[in-house]
């Protein structure tokens, strides 16, 4: 190893207050957690956003767009894009609501229901590796505690 590559090496980063600050340690383990799902999930080429909007959509029996856009924490000109991106895969159909045409409700396809299944046993797996160094009650507080920073993002 010459002198150079030597001494980049040794060079320790000084990250002040970064470690301290719980915005930087949130994004790290988003980083890392989104790092692990799509490999858990990357020949189905979804992202975590889309497997939100399959689950929501598939717990929600003619849910509306509005309603997906608020759930999932996206704009609706952002939803009408993601929608559009899984109607074009075939996994989600848009349906007229009577009585409002300018409405549309959700649902997924015969192949979203079945792509979902396959997801969510991947998900749990992922989830499963996420957490194996916390116990059940670890799990349940820092779920609990997350949800305490954002309380009205349920």
């Keep these: 190893m010459n002198e150079k590559s030597k001494k980049s090496s040794e060079t320790s980063i000084d990250y ?14 988003q980083l890392a957690v989104f790092k692990d799902f799509s490999e858990s999930v990357d020949d189905a080429q979804i992202t975590p956003s ?3 909007v399959l689950v929501v959509i ?5 849910l509306k767009q509005t309603e997906l856009a608020k759930a999932v924490r996206l ?8 929608i559009d991106k899984l ?3 075939n ?14 409700a959700l649902e997924l396809t015969k192949q979203g229901r079945a792509l979902l299944s396959q997801l969510t046993r991947r998900v749990k797996v ?7 160094n916390l116990t059940e009650r670890e799990q349940a507080t ?6 305490k920073i954002l309380p009205d993002a349920r």
């Design 58 to 62: 598939n717990a929600n029996k003619d």
């Design 91 to 104: 996994l989600v159909i848009r349906k007229r609501v009577e009585g409002d045409r300018r409405t549309n």
């Design 126 to 132: 992922h989830e499963q590796r996420l957490t194996e």
């Design 87 to 89: 109607e074009k895969r």
């Design 75 to 82: 704009d609706r000109s952002s939803v009408v894009s993601v």
């Design 16 to 29: 002040s207050l970064l470690p301290e600050l719980l915005g930087y340690q949130l994004r790290l383990t």
């Design 50 to 52: 889309l497997f939100a």
């Design 142 to 147: 820092l779920i609990k505690l997350l949800g």
